[in-house]
């Protein structure tokens, strides 16, 4: 069954500092796999998508990730944290492109 | 123009009352969804509507209803409701999921006191 897990409930990092956000997915077929962003009282916007073109994706707001089969992960990236980065983050899979099925998600807090 | 909606983005309520919360689309897509989110943020899907025919019914009370007059509208409503029924519920829709993903409402918040 195709699933993620997202390690890290909560990551702080100093704005201009890098952002890692880790997802690692569960799949018994090629996945397909995405990230949302969540602002306080808002819904899931995305983020950006793998759908199998190109491993290393890049995203809005200055966010990738990349897709790697050998340690079956997709990680978000951005080089430099802004403020308004601070927001909770969701890693998704697709399960037989019928449904997503999301991460537990990650808090991620901006400090000055 | 939003693209996604959902009305209302409040909703408190007494145990026992039954409520409905809509959604409505123009996006022109084919697929709806219900999902829950609690209070640790996690992401259940409920239902899932495909030009009007429901395709995905998750283990979910059955004091939970939902309907789909058009493919551009999914209601859901919830019978005698329960202090656990206190949630966030988003609705959300899609074209090609494995393409685009979903476009997500900004969400009704439920308090049931």
């Known amino acids: 069954a195709q699933s993620v897990t997202q390690l890290g409930s909560h990551v702080s990092v100093s704005e201009g500092a890098l952002v890692l956000l880790r997802c690692n997915y569960s799949?018994?077929?090629?996945?397909?796999l995405f990230w949302y962003v969540q602002y306080p009282n808002q819904g899931l916007q995305l983020l950006l998508k793998?759908?199998?073109?190109?491993?290393l994706v890049k995203g809005i707001n200055g966010f990738e990730a990349e897709f790697k089969k050998s340690e079956t992960s997709f990680h978000l990236t951005k080089p430099s944290a802004h403020m308004s980065d601070a927001a909770e983050y969701f890693c998704a899979v697709s399960v037989f492109a019928n449904k997503l099925i999301f991460g537990t998600g990650t808090l991620l807090a901006v400090q000055p | 123009d939003t693209a996604v909606s959902q009305t209302p983005k409040y909703l408190v309520t007494q145990m026992g009352n039954d409520k409905s919360i809509k959604c409505e689309q123009n996006l022109g897509h084919d697929t709806m969804y219900w999902y829950k989110q609690d209070s640790k943020k996690f992401l259940k899907i409920m239902f899932s509507?495909?030009?009007?025919?429901?395709?995905i019914n998750e283990t979910v009370p059955n004091r939970f209803s939902p309907k789909s007059p058009d493919k551009a509208h999914l209601n859901l409503h919830i019978n005698s409701l329960e202090l656990g029924d206190s949630a966030v519920y988003f609705c959300?829709?899609?074209?090609?999921?494995?393409?685009?993903?979903?476009?997500f409402g900004s969400g009704t918040r439920l308090t049931v006191v």
């Open positions: 959300a829709s899609s074209q090609d999921l494995t393409v685009y993903g979903y476009t």
């Open positions: 509507y495909n030009n009007k025919e429901l395709i």
């Open positions: 799949s018994s077929v090629p996945p397909y």
């Open positions: 793998y759908t199998s073109a190109a491993t």
